[in-house]
């Protein structure tokens, strides 16, 4: 096998490893996904309810509902979408092969054309695109990749990825909801958006850090997005703000 035809068969078992190399970034994601979705959805939630009762006891019920609620809705439609793209994934593949099959000249002058635009022309495009198309499920795993942009999923992950889900919204939602149990509603009020906002922080800072962007900014962005998001709740809360009773 010559170094051409090695190096693809590599990149093709990357794209089949079953140890898929991204599910660390793929975890963070999904960690960050539900831990945002629960501080900002509960601290809008409980925000609302203060502002309307100002009964702590009400509250803590009301935010303590909404966590769970939220979390188990989060980890459903973590789970439900995972397996959605799986399906999508695997109805473009079972294409890919239909279409190798039926009409072949076509498909290969697809590789030739994405090839080409990463700059191969000559000998030397023709036999990548003769050794892609030399083997079929090198072919259709390129096709996947190129033109599709897309990448295995292993359902296996659908558990676990709803697990991370709603585990993450559950420790997202405790954190603005913790101050009710402890000190006065109106003290709460603003020592839950206070924490909210810096937690933002620290999670849009970081997520800049080890992806792309700047950590300042992307914190920044991620604190106002979801403070602003929450005080709707509170300004709910004011609009419909219940008489106290004598």
Known sequence: MD???RSITIEDEKLHNKSDPHNRAS???DIIL???DGLVNVLGVILGVAAAT???RIVLVAGLAATF???VSMGAVAYTSTLADADFYESERAREYRHIQHVPHLERSEI?????KK??????LERIVDTITANSDIWVAVMMAEEHQLTPIDRRHAVQTALVVGFSAVIGSLIPLAPFAFLPVLTSMWVSVLVT???LFVVGAYKARITVGRPTRSGIEMAVIGTLSALVGYAVGAVFKLPVTP
């Open 27 to 29: 975890s963070l994601s």
């Open 69 to 71: 609620a939220e979390s």
């Open 54 to 56: 100002n009964d702590p």
């Open 119 to 124: 700059g191969f022309n000559g000998e030397l």
């Open 3 to 5: 170094i051409l035809s």
């Open 112 to 116: 030739l054309e994405i090839y080409k």
């Open 34 to 36: 539900g831990g945002q």
């Open 197 to 199: 906002a810096i937690v």
